[in-house]
Every structure is written in C-alpha cells, then in structure tokens.
C-alpha cells in the first residue's frame, strides 16, 4: 500500500471507530483535525504522513474514554503494527499521541518533536471557537456537568491528577483550559487562525453572563 492509501485506509477505520460519540469526539472532530494538521503542515517542514497519521489515530486512546493506566497507546500501536510501517513511523506516531492531551494548565508540555506540535496545535483548534464551545458543552452533557454553577469559581490545576478528577462547571473549562490555549500554541499558523476563534469566546463569554444576571437589557 502507499502512504495515500494507507491514510485513507486508516481514516476509514476511525470513522467506523468513531461513528456513534456524542462527547465533541466524533469522526468529525478527527476529521477536523486531520484538517487543520494539513493546513499547519503546509507552512512547516515536517513530515506530512506522520502528521496525517497521528491526527487520525490522536483520540484512538484518549485518557477520557479508556481506562488505562498505560502510556502506550496500545490501539493506535495495534492498529500502526497491522499496517508494517517502518518501526521509526509507528513510534514516532505513538509519541505524538502519548503527548497530545492538555493535562493541565499548570503542567509542562512535553511533546518533542515539529510532527508533533501540529497535531497538537489542529488538535486545539477544535477546542476554541464556535466549534470549541459547543464540544465544551457536548462534554459537559455527557460528564453530567452543570452549565454554570457561580459558586464554584475556575481551577488552575498543577496536575493530571487534579485536571481529570475535576467535575467542575463547564463555563469553568474555559478558564481552566480553553482561553489558556492561544497562548501555548506552537506554530505560527495555529496562532493566527486562533485569533479569531478566541475572540469569539470571549464575547460568548460576556453575553453568557449578562444574560445570566438578566443585564442584557439593549
Ligand atoms: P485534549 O486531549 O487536549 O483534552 P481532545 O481532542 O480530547 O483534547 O478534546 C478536548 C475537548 O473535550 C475539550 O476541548 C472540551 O471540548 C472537552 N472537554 C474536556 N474536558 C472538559 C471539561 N472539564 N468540561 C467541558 N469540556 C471538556
Ligand atoms: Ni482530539
């Protein structure tokens, strides 16, 4: 098989894989991903195919929807093994999506190669903007978290551990990570087409609670 045919291969997988979410993880946010790594990958000089690959396969063995305790992300290396990719390929892809996930607003990045700093970057894209916020509240849905709860204020969190245990409001997620993201961004592509997108939170944001206090009298 070639790398085309490869990608297309394993783009049909995940759309089979992915098909029945309802948590803003659906085939439709990998494919927007894969997206967005593709247009980021066309102002660097990395290696479109691992690039492509991990997009696909990013969320295969997300921390939120498998409980594993292991680093590895097993399906995505099983599913890497089945093709017989250069052993280089699959391990540079399990490493992109070792790193991937925002673990919190206090804990340190550790994704190390340009490969994978676009799909970290196509990656939260979808997690601002118009986009963002309606997963935000897709996930807050399906996590059984109130919309807003006035009395438990954002947490900065200084680990995982505080990060995936929380059950906060989901207006607190914005705080908490999705306003924070513009700024640890990676690539210059990824900043700019943020711009926007954060923007466009922040005037949600406002209109949110002027409407929460009934103070949108025009
Ligand atoms: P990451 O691996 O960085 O978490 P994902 O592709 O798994 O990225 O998507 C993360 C998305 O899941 C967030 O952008 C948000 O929409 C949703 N999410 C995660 N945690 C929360 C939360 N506590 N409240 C609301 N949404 C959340
Ligand atoms: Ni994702």
Redesign the pocket.
């Known amino acids: 098989m070639n790398q085309q045919d490869i990608l297309q291969k394993t783009a049909e997988y995940i759309q089979q894989e992915f098909s029945h979410d309802s948590s803003g993880?659906d085939w439709w946010?990998?494919y927007r991903?894969w997206k967005n790594a593709i247009t980021i990958c066309e102002h660097e000089n990395a290696d479109s195919f691992i690039v492509q690959l991990a997009a696909l396969l990013?969320?295969l063995d997300?921390w939120k929807f498998n409980d594993s305790a292991d680093e590895t992300p097993l399906r995505a290396q099983g599913w890497l093994d089945s093709l017989n990719l250069d052993r280089s390929v699959t391990d540079a892809v399990c490493n992109i999506i070792i790193h991937?996930s925002y673990k919190g607003a206090g804990v340190q990045n550790k994704m190390d190669s340009l490969e994978g700093f676009i799909v970290q970057d196509a990656?939260r894209l979808?997690?601002i903007g118009a986009i963002g916020i309606a997963r935000a509240f897709a996930y807050g849905g399906y996590k059984n978290r109130p919309l807003y709860d006035p009395d438990s204020p954002p947490q900065l969190h200084a680990s995982f551990e505080e990060y995936k245990n929380s059950k906060s409001a989901t207006i607190n997620h914005f705080y908490e990570k999705l306003l924070l993201l513009k700024d640890v961004l990676n690539t210059p592509t990824a900043k700019r087409i943020a711009e926007q997108r954060h923007e466009y939170m922040e005037q949600f944001l406002s209109q949110f609670m002027n409407e929460w206090e009934g103070k949108d009298v025009g």
Do not use: F, M, R
């Open positions: 993880h946010h990998i991903v990013h969320d997300d991937i990656d979808d997690a």
